[in-house]
């Protein structure tokens, strides 16, 4: 017989024509057999029959459904479940109750569990009877949108929970590196990491720290000049050819910018000053070692300081035969730790910029940026604290 590889296909007996043949009975005999083999013994298990047993799962177009839904009272902790889907209610109707073990687990058997009512808190224990949920920690289930669904491991005979929506809050904090336990998830820093809650809203931010200055922090400055346009610098609009900014052509124009010492930078190395400048003339004929010399004059003081400390920083930046409108970097150091001068977290700097048209063969060019920047152990959201 061909089933249940392929369909047993049968030749019709007529009465008073055909005679029936023990070959003929026999084959009917092997397709039941063969049919009885393919479902097993009492395909229909505890329920009257297979379509039964199969409608406690499937709706009637074939889609998985949970099922009986029905409503199920904890009691001294336990319950025993006879679907895979379940309310449960706290014992003696109470705001909050712990549920400990399940029975009725079998081998790859799936649950759902939600809570009857929004008033209700059903506790799901991890680890003090048959069940372990997911992160280690325990699942509450407070709303009726919650649900945590469970599989048995008849391995370890015990059920393994997670929820859904996971809806996890921080339980903990640490500092210096370890393991911070959520309700559902281990966060896991390096041994030099910080993670914080900052602000009122409680954002959660992981910082990275390392024993050494590894990262550097960048901040642009907005630039200006005293009397643009007139004895000042002028400030030229971006076009084709150049991003726009603001043009010197002698010594008295001057440009100021203004920046803070943030209390992230490490406090042992010089922060720098950047310098984007355009040369603005063809200087193709010019010398192979011609310069833009540039002179920084730096002001800086902190909260409680009456004078102002300063230095002044010049670079010769060498353009050479350079044609019209490419763009170069300047970089000015700033000696954090000068006698007398020592730069210090809190400070507000301002920094005053200006050609040094007696040194420099190439005398104009426009500044299009300048940024300021440090070194610092860590990168992450800034507060007061860092």
Known sequence: MAYPAALDSFTANTDDVDDVLAADMNAVQTAIENIETELGTDPAGSVADVKTRLAVSLTDTGSLKLTPGTTLTISSGVITITGNYHKVETEASAA?????????????????????????????????????????????????????????????????????????????????????????????????????????????????????????????????????????????????????????????????????????????????????????????????????????????????????????????????????YKQFTASFPIDWDAVSNVLEVGDIISIILNLETDTSEVDDIVITAMEFSYLTTHIGIENGDE
């Open 96 to 324: 909050s109750d712990d549920l400990d073990t399940i029975n009725g687990g079998a081998a790859g058997l799936f649950v759902r569990l939600v809570t009857v009512n929004d008033a209700r808190d059903v506790v799901i224990k991890h680890g003090t009877g048959n069940i372990y949920c997911m992160g280690a920690k325990d699942i509450t289930l407070s709303t009726s949108y919650e649900a945590c669904d469970l599989q048995y491991d008849t391995t370890n005979t015990r059920w393994i929970a997670f929820k859904c929506p996971p809806g996890y809050s921080l339980v903990g904090n640490i500092s210096g590196g370890g393991t911070l336990i959520t309700a559902g998830y281990n966060l896991t820093l390096p041994a030099t990491g910080t993670a914080a809650l900052l602000g009122t809203a409680n954002v959660f931010t992981a910082v990275q720290r390392t024993a050494t200055s590894l990262y550097r922090r960048y901040y642009h400055i907005a630039l200006g000049a005293a009397n643009p346009g007139a004895s000042g610098a002028t400030f030229v609009v971006a076009s084709a050819n150049t991003t726009g900014g603001w043009r010197l052509t002698n010594a008295i124009h001057l440009l100021r910018g203004q920046v803070d010492v943030h209390a992230d930078w490490d406090g042992a190395s010089d922060p720098t000053f950047g310098v984007k400048f355009m040369c603005n003339v063809n200087n193709t004929g010019g010398g192979v070692g011609d310069t833009v010399d540039l002179k920084a004059t730096v002001y800086y003081k902190g909260t409680g300081d009456t004078a102002c400390k300063s230095q002044v920083v010049e670079v010769s930046t060498v353009i050479g035969q350079s044609p019209q």
